[in-house]
């Protein structure tokens, strides 16, 4: 089947054979085909508008921890600046704003300089927004929707809620919602991880994320799916911060098999703290000397005139069906990693 | 020296770490979805050959280091230094028993061993992935036995101790895989 290739072939560059053929088999083609659809029919069965928003902006998020792609549309003398989407959110909640009411949608999402073995720059993600849902109520949405998916390739064990406090306690014995840097920075030298004071310094939100990544995560999800909620305010990204307990935000986010799966909130509609948090990330990219960001106008307008109380997720599909499928890598669901495209 | 950043963190990349020369092992990227990034390295130090784990931000960098795997034949141990010879260009190093560590037992003179090179200083030494040796002293074995079953130790011309099989005798010629210790064959010239 495989081509033969000629010495004086176009196709033959510096002596290597040119690798054209996917990174994953025909059968995870199929498998990806089953996904989608079934994720269409769980969401056509409950009413939830599938819709499509663009991928190119002339606005991004502000969020210092995400790297965007920067694209020159040209038209005549008209030029413009447009962005990749890192996620389809601001688009989407303009959309619920409007008055669209429950949607989804699947689409691609870009990420710039994230490649491994959990991570492709262009991947896919499936989106959703409920109006008039809590993150209680949407988190058990999610754990229906994970029902179905898994139900015919490996029935999962029931799944697990748990706060980010009471695994971050288990697994480090560390209390995550009040930062004291002694006994952090004691429990990481006990536990071999001498670059944590280096790196984490007095940052109590990259302490988190040290933490978290490398000494819980791992365990959490074996062969369920675990659910991490009421997230420390520090890392309450565009989640509405508890109104009992303002030391806590109302996100939620998924793992399986000590992989991170999806990221939800209990949507923040405050435009003037959404505003807020947008400069509070523009400061934070100044610091960091990081490409600046204007803050997306459109937005924030659409905040203002009012968005309906509702909870929201993103899931990163390439992965569920990484694990769907068994394979230890991403890239053996895409058709063609970066690598290959 | 080139600066290496994080995700040119490759299996095989030389870099200095704590001063001292490093190859990396396994690199993994850590992000959480909102968070930031690191890289999970698996590091060999070079000098001391022990496997650490260290973590890096994503991004970070560290400086490369000049290391080279050069072919060199075995010559001889002066009791002090065992020598090595580059054999395109006659050039010879002497390494004390130190660097050359437990690699020793397996030397053979004129056998072409790696020398790994830190600023053109010896590190460490490679031996073959299969020897050739003589056995210098092990019990008779059982008259009769063929192969299979428990085994005896042999002692062998360079020192090293292996475990071969009962039929094989004093002054035999064996092949050892020097990379588990064990006995492969005998060695028929």
């Not at chain 2, 000049?66 to 260009?89: I, K, S």
Request: with cysteine; net charge negative.
């Amino acid at each position: 089947m495989f081509p033969v290739l000629k010495n004086n072939s176009v196709l033959q560059t510096s002596g290597a054979e040119i690798t054209w053929r996917p990174t994953c088999n025909i059968a995870d083609l199929r498998l990806r085909a089953q996904l989608l659809a079934a994720t269409r029919a769980f969401f056509a069965s409950r009413s939830v508008l599938e819709v499509e928003t663009p991928v190119l902006a002339p606005a991004t998020g502000t969020d210092p921890q995400l790297a965007f792609f920067e694209t020159h549309y040209q038209f005549g003398k008209e030029q413009q600046t447009l962005f990749l989407q890192t996620s389809p959110e601001f688009a989407m909640k303009r959309l619920l704003a409007a008055g669209s009411g429950s949607i989804f949608q699947i689409c691609k999402a870009f990420r710039n300089g994230e490649a491994g073995r959990f991570h492709n720059a262009e991947f896919t993600l499936l989106e959703w927004y409920r109006i008039g849902f809590d993150l209680s109520q949407l988190m058990e949405e999610v754990a229906q929707l994970f029902g179905c998916w898994f139900a015919t390739y490996q029935p999962l064990r029931p799944t697990q809620k748990n706060t980010y406090s009471e695994v971050f306690k288990r697994y480090t014995g560390l209390d995550a919602l009040c930062f004291d840097f002694e006994a952090y920075s004691t429990y990481a030298l006990a536990q071999n991880l001498t670059d944590a004071v280096r790196i984490c310094g007095h940052e109590h939100s990259l302490w988190l994320d040290f933490l978290f990544s490398l000494q819980v995560q791992p365990h959490l999800g074996s062969n369920h799916l675990e659910m991490v909620y009421a997230y420390p305010a520090c890392q309450a990204s565009l989640a509405r911060l508890n109104q009992q307990d303002s030391r806590i935000a109302e996100r939620v986010e998924l793992f399986m098999h000590g992989i991170e799966l999806g990221n939800g909130f209990f949507e923040l509609n405050d435009a003037d703290e959404q505003e807020q948090r947008f400069e509070n990330e523009q400061a934070l990219r100044r610091q960091k000397k990081l490409p600046s960001v204007a803050k997306d106008l459109k937005f924030l307008a659409a905040l203002q005139s009012g968005l309906p109380d509702c909870a929201g997720i993103a899931i990163g599909l390439d992965r569920v069906l990484m694990l769907l499928s068994g394979n230890e890598s991403i890239e053996h669901v895409l058709s063609f990693s970066r690598y290959r495209v | 020296m080139a600066i290496y950043s994080t995700n040119e963190f490759k299996a095989g990349l030389k870099i200095m770490l704590d001063n001292d020369p490093c190859a990396i092992i396994e690199n993994e990227f850590v992000k959480p979805g909102k968070g930031q990034a690191f890289n999970r390295v698996k590091i060999r130090n070079l000098k001391t050959g022990r496997v650490i784990e260290r973590t890096f931000k994503s991004g970070e960098s560290l400086e490369g280091a000049d290391v080279a795997d050069v072919e060199m034949q075995y010559l001889y141990n002066d009791g002090e230094y065992r020598h090595f010879m580059v054999p395109e260009t006659y050039e010879q190093y002497q390494i004390d028993d130190k660097t050359v560590g437990d690699v020793r037992i397996w030397l053979k003179e004129q056998d072409i061993c790696i020398v790994t090179l830190w600023n053109d200083a010896p590190l460490a030494v490679t031996p073959p992935n299969f020897v050739v040796l003589t056995i210098t002293e092990t019990d008779p074995g059982v008259r009769g036995d063929t192969s299979g079953g428990g085994g005896k130790p042999a002692k062998l011309e360079s020192g090293a101790v292996v475990r071969v099989p009962l039929f094989v005798q004093t002054g035999e010629i064996i092949k050892v895989d020097t990379r588990t210790g064990e006995y492969v064959s005998r060695f028929k010239e």
